[in-house]
Each structure stands twice: as structure tokens, then as C-alpha cells.
């Protein structure tokens, strides 16, 4: 069965960086698209940054610039490098795959599309 786990999540000051890092086990990385999603306090769960089988990246406009998606196929591992940190990343972040879709940008606004999904990881970003 798949399983997912994040880790890397803390707290920072606002400026700072943090990279989460996404660990699979009962799967190999390599056949599945993956994400990273976020979901503040009272908001709706929302598309971070996804990258197809390949090497194609999506972004929310909010990170661009800010975060970057890499994956590492040998280790079964994603990470979300996230630089220049602001308070409106505060929010519990979560990995998730899925094992298609027809590009990163149309998944990006799909959580619903992603079948596997990690507990979370929580970064709060204060100023």
C-alpha cells in the first residue's frame, strides 16, 4: 500500500527558508505525478507546486520564484525548497500523487485528482 510521509515542516522568521521533504514507500516516484498543497487556518486545501514524471514544474502564482518542487527518484523522495518564507505560508503542507494527469498546471487546481496523500507537515512563519 501506498504511504506517504512528510517531515522538514517548523517554525521561521519571516525571510527565512525551510525544505519539506516527502518520502514514499510501496510505490516508485518515477510512475507518479506529485504535489505539494497547503491549507491555512480557514482556508481551503490549495496547490503549491507540481511536477509531472518527468521534469515539468507548475506553480501557484504565490510561490513562484519563492518555492521550488524537485524530486529524487533513487531515494523515492519529493522536497519543496521554500525560500523568502512570508507569514501567508503559515499552513500545514502536504505531499500527494497521483498517477496521471494531463500536466502539472491542470493538477495544480485538482487536490481531488491526487489519490495518495501524506499526514502533513506544519510550517508557521512568523514575523
Known amino acids: 500500500q501506498a504511504h506517504l510521509v512528510e517531515s522538514g515542516g517548523g517554525s521561521v522568521q519571516a525571510g527565512g527558508s525551510l525544505r519539506l521533504s516527502c518520502v514514499a514507500s510501496g510505490y516508485a516516484y518515477s510512475n507518479y505525478c506529485l504535489g505539494w498543497f497547503r491549507q491555512g487556518p480557514g482556508k481551503e486545501r490549495e496547490g503549491v507546486a507540481i511536477?509531472?514524471?518527468?521534469?515539468?514544474?507548475s506553480y501557484a502564482d504565490s510561490v513562484k520564484g519563492r518555492f521550488t518542487i524537485s524530486k529524487d527518484h533513487g531515494k523515492n523522495t519529493l522536497y519543496l525548497q521554500m525560500n523568502t518564507l512570508k507569514p501567508d505560508d503559515t499552513a500545514m503542507y502536504y505531499c500527494a500523487a497521483t498517477p496521471s494527469a494531463p500536466s502539472p498546471q491542470w493538477a495544480l487546481s485538482r487536490p481531488v485528482v491526487f489519490a495518495v496523500w501524506g499526514q502533513g507537515t506544519q510550517v508557521t512563519v512568523f514575523s
Open positions: 511536477i509531472d514524471r518527468g521534469t515539468i514544474t
